[in-house]
């Protein structure tokens, strides 16, 4: 009786909750969390996570993330430069909060993610240290927060089965690791998935939409027994959404993968995500996969050969990458180089940078390859769909020479796998095999 009195009142609350959203939401826009101002709201159309959302304002940025930070010789030592943990911390045990009752043991050895740290403590306690956002306490399975916390620690208790996955990128994370039966629910419908083990779930019933992350259905996260939300950065658009679901008890983890500098540092959230589910050593194992595909192209040499990574606006402009984005890094990873190094400084203040057709044609007509980014805009399918959107592609001397790529919807959904997206446009920088490739495909 008293189970079935307190799941009416989190049900009620959860419905006054949502009407107190309806009032104050329309009034707050997207002002809240000044990390929103960084430009993420394409993130989520970008990976088909927020219900048929429009493409992006011109201008705007499809990810809040910075490439590489190193100078550009092009080779995959010198790409975008690798910060191991060691680099970061000095000592063992430099940096790592003190927390009421436990003793550090050790902190996870990181190879090039940046935004985040995981310190080790007595008695399978971990601290996630997100940084510029949030630190978590991951609670082992049986046990209690300790007393004397600080209140900005936000408490995951293990085991996680029941969660919400709004942050699109960590599906395939979870994915790697054989975790998908953790995820409950997601912000995602089933057409916006390009994982075919989440789609696969969603059909089975055993995933299940839970509206999107600016619309989460807060009964649906009650009856589910929702466990924890995890959210990418979108989340600061809504801060209402993030403080209602944290007002019915569920804790909110913000990913922020799209901010690391290094290809593979995106990947290297694998490890965070093994910490969650308890699946550290199987995380270190796929890991160390994807970070074998970069040291086969260690001593390759700069090819010389010129990228333009892009896509078409609807208003006519050409939307590019910031030349210090991890896009620009993974051509130079793979030996190529970006056409458009100069796109850096205060003034580009996103990922994405929109450039009008006869600013890109300056550029961009002399560039050995040309690679359309379908996540946002659909895929090309021949070349006559390209000189549809502008009668000028003819002129570009990849066109001529038949060197224009398209990528699939799926790209930036599989942060599992972004090795293999440095060794496909390795091998389109050197003729291979096409059959070998993953992610790109020949626009002919």
Not at 229 to 254: C, D, N, R, W, Y
Not at 299 to 320: E, I, L, Q, W
Not at 366 to 374: G, I, R, T, W
Request: a negative charge; one cysteine or more.
């Amino acid at each position: 009786m008293r189970e079935r009195q307190m799941k009416s009142a989190k049900r009620y609350l959860a419905l006054l909750l949502a009407a107190f959203l309806l009032v104050s939401v329309s009034g707050c826009g997207s002002a809240g969390g000044g990390r929103a101002a960084e430009g993420t709201m394409q993130e989520e159309a970008r990976n088909g996570g927020t219900d048929a959302e429009t493409e992006p304002v011109s201008g705007s940025g499809e990810e809040p993330v910075s490439g590489s930070d190193a100078e550009s010789d092009g080779n995959a030592e010198s790409g975008t430069a690798s910060e191991t943990s060691s680099d970061r911390g000095g000592a063992a045990g430099e940096g790592a909060p003190e927390l009421p009752g436990l003793a550090f043991e050790s902190r996870l050895e990181l190879m090039y993610a940046q935004a985040f740290d995981v310190y080790r403590y007595t008695d399978g306690y971990s601290l996630i240290d997100v940084h510029d956002s949030a630190r978590y306490l991951v609670v082992p399975e049986g046990k209690s927060a300790p007393e004397g916390l600080s209140e900005d620690i936000v408490v995951l208790k293990q085991p996680f089965g029941r969660i919400y996955l709004a942050a699109t990128s960590a599906m395939s994370l979870f994915d790697a690791l054989d975790s998908l039966d953790k995820i409950r629910m997601t912000g995602t419908r089933e057409s916006g998935w390009y994982i075919d083990n989440a789609v696969k779930a969603m059909e089975s019933g055993d995933m299940i939409f839970a509206g999107k992350y600016s619309e989460p259905d807060y009964e649906l996260l009650i009856n589910e027994g929702c466990d924890l939300a995890v959210e990418s950065t979108m989340i600061f658009h809504t801060p209402k959404v993030k403080e209602m679901i944290e007002e019915l008890g569920i804790p909110v983890f913000i990913d922020r993968s799209t901010y690391e500098k290094h290809p593979l540092g995106r990947t290297e959230w694998i490890k965070l995500y093994g910490v969650l589910a308890g699946k550290e050593a199987e995380a270190e194992a796929f890991f160390e996969e994807q970070t074998e595909i970069i040291s086969e192209l260690r001593d390759f040499p700069n090819t010389g050969k010129r990228v333009v990574y892009f896509y078409m606006n609807t208003n006519g402009s050409a939307v590019v990458r910031r030349a210090d984005d991890y896009i620009p890094g993974m051509i130079q990873l793979a030996g190529g180089t970006y056409a458009f190094p100069d796109l850096i400084g205060e003034e580009y203040n996103s990922a994405s940078v929109s450039l009008s057709m006869e600013e890109f044609y300056a550029t961009a007509v002399d560039a050995d390859y040309l690679v359309y980014n379908a996540a946002i805009d659909s895929p090309i399918g021949s070349l006559d769909e390209l000189l549809a959107k502008s009668e000028l592609f003819a002129d570009f001397k990849a066109v001529k020479e038949g060197n224009v790529w398209t990528t699939g919807k799926s790209l930036y959904q599989a942060t599992d796998i972004v090795g293999e997206m440095i060794r496909d446009l390795n091998l389109m920088l050197t003729d291979g095999n096409e059959e070998d490739m993953t992610f790109l495909t020949r626009v002919k």
